[in-house]
């Protein structure tokens, strides 16, 4: 281990900070333990569920969590609430507000499960994340900060002593997150740039991001994620493509393989892929032969296989 390494190891240490490392379909979960809230930072995917129970309950032993986090209210974020909730009965659940009403009525379109055509178990929810505010975890106090573009109504949290942020999808080691409004034809890449230069303010030491490894490069990350968002920029339509393909991958990893028939099916129930289409879907001849198109790109990406009418994930 060098300097750098075990220098920002004590970093999360000194904030009580364990971090699980999560690989698709699931974001990375955040542990924060301390004389505190113990707090999960969130939940992953809900076909991990019993991997994020057992993470938790292995560093917890017979301690309980008070508190559970949602950075966004992705399925990748939050499918495993249900799960944890069901476990830890007197743990609260804390979201972004944004949404908070499509959680209390429990509308699976507004918070975009059916049009991305995944799923997530339903959940409740106490608190408010509310960007401006700060709420203790563990032993420290944690700054909550909004984090429009990849979603709309995503927070990052900063703790200022250790200089430490949890970035979710707003910045990763190598760029961010899809730009979902961008998908409903709502502008959001300079919502991106924004959350960026927010970060940059922040000046963290140490980075925990939803997806990969944590990183202390955080200059260079930005650096990474703004030529990202510049190319994005001058070519939206790649963007578009791309976000696309990111939903077909995201869907067969959690089925790992499946019948063509049943993925055009599943294209043409979810919203965002239906949409695109040509003619919005209406002609199915020619929305097949166009998500065909995808499926082929994506092998040539050599991100899954067809063997026949089967798709496999690679």
Not at 42 to 65: C, F, K, M, N, P
Not at 98 to 108: M, N
Not at 173 to 196: D, K, Q, R, Y
Request: aromatic content about 8%.
């Amino acid at each position: 281990m060098n300097h750098s390494t075990a220098f920002n190891s004590d970093r999360l240490a000194l904030a009580g900070v364990t971090v699980f490392e999560r690989g698709w379909l699931s974001a990375n979960n955040i542990l924060i333990q301390g004389n505190g809230p113990i707090t999960l930072v969130d939940t992953g995917y809900w076909t991990h569920a019993e991997q994020t129970l057992g993470l938790v309950g292995s560093a917890l032993g017979e301690r309980a969590l008070d508190l559970l986090l949602n950075t966004h209210l992705h399925s990748d974020h939050c499918g495993g609430n249900a799960a944890l909730q069901h476990r830890y009965p007197n743990a609260k659940t804390w979201i972004p507000p944004g949404q908070a009403s499509s959680v209390a009525h429990w509308d699976p379109v507004a918070l975009t499960y059916e049009p991305t055509g995944q799923h997530c178990p339903q959940f409740n929810h106490e608190g408010l994340l509310t960007p401006g505010k700060s709420i203790r975890l563990g032993s420290l106090d944690w700054e909550i900060h909004g984090a429009k573009g990849h979603d709309p109504h995503a927070i990052v949290l900063f703790q200022p002593e250790q200089r430490i942020l949890i970035s979710a999808d707003a910045l990763w080691g190598n760029g961010f997150g899809v730009v979902f409004p961008e998908l409903e034809g709502i502008s959001a890449f300079e919502e991106v740039s924004e959350t960026l230069d927010l970060i940059e303010q922040l000046n963290p030491l140490l980075v925990i991001p939803g997806h990969g490894s944590i990183f202390w490069d955080v200059q260079d990350a930005i650096q990474r994620a703004r030529n990202k968002l510049e190319y994005f920029v001058k070519n939206p339509t790649k963007h578009h493509r791309h976000a696309l393909k990111v939903l077909i991958k995201y869907k067969l990893l959690e089925w790992q393989s499946i019948e063509r028939e049943e993925l055009l099916e599943w294209s043409f129930r979810s919203a965002y892929l239906r949409t695109a289409m040509p003619f919005d879907g209406a002609d199915r001849e020619v929305g097949t032969t166009w998500m065909q198109t995808l499926i082929n790109e994506l092998e040539q990406g050599k991100a899954l296989t067809q063997e026949g009418t089967l798709i496999r994930n690679c």
